[in-house]
Nanobody, 120 residues
Framework: VQLQASGGGLVQTGGSLRLSCAAS????????MGWYRQAPGKQRELVAT???????NYADSVKGRFTISRDNAKNTASLQMNNLKPEDTALYSC???????????????WGRGTLVTVSS
C-alpha cells in the first residue's frame, strides 16, 4: 500500500489550500484516513481523521476552518483548509489505517509529507 499526497504550497494569511491523499496498492479495506502535521521544532500532531463511516475528528486548533472528506470508492481523502494562519505552517503528512486481507490485523502507513507555508 502506498499513499500519495499533494496540494501543499505557499498561501497568505486567510487563504485556502486543499490537500489530497490517495491510497493505492492491494488491500481489503481502509479504516481511517487522516492528516497530521509537524511544524519546525515541534512534535507531530493530529490535524483531522475520517473513518470509513464518515465519522471525523479534528484538532481544536483547526475546527471550523478545516474540513476532511473521503471518497471510499477512490480511496482518497482530502483536507480543505480555509482561513489559514501562520501557525498552520507545517509539513502535512497523510496516514491511513488499513486491513490487508479479511481477518488480518489493521496496519498503518504514512505518506510523504507536503509542505504548507502560510505567510503573514
Amino acid at each position: 500500500v502506498q499513499l500519495q499526497a499533494s496540494g501543499g504550497g505557499l498561501v497568505q494569511t486567510g487563504g485556502s489550500l486543499r490537500l489530497s491523499c490517495a491510497a493505492s496498492g492491494t488491500f481489503f479495506s481502509i479504516k481511517v484516513m487522516g492528516w497530521y502535521r509537524q511544524a519546525p521544532g515541534k512534535q507531530r500532531e493530529l490535524v483531522a481523521t475520517i473513518e470509513s463511516d464518515g465519522n471525523t475528528n479534528y484538532a481544536d486548533s483547526v475546527k471550523g476552518r478545516f474540513t476532511i472528506s473521503r471518497d471510499n470508492a477512490k480511496n482518497t481523502a482530502s483536507l480543505q483548509m480555509n482561513n489559514l494562519k501562520p501557525e498552520d505552517t507545517a509539513l502535512y503528512s497523510c496516514k491511513t489505517i488499513y486491513v490487508r486481507s479479511p481477518g488480518s490485523f489493521a496496519e498503518g502507513i504514512w505518506g510523504r509529507g507536503t509542505l504548507v507555508t502560510v505567510s503573514s
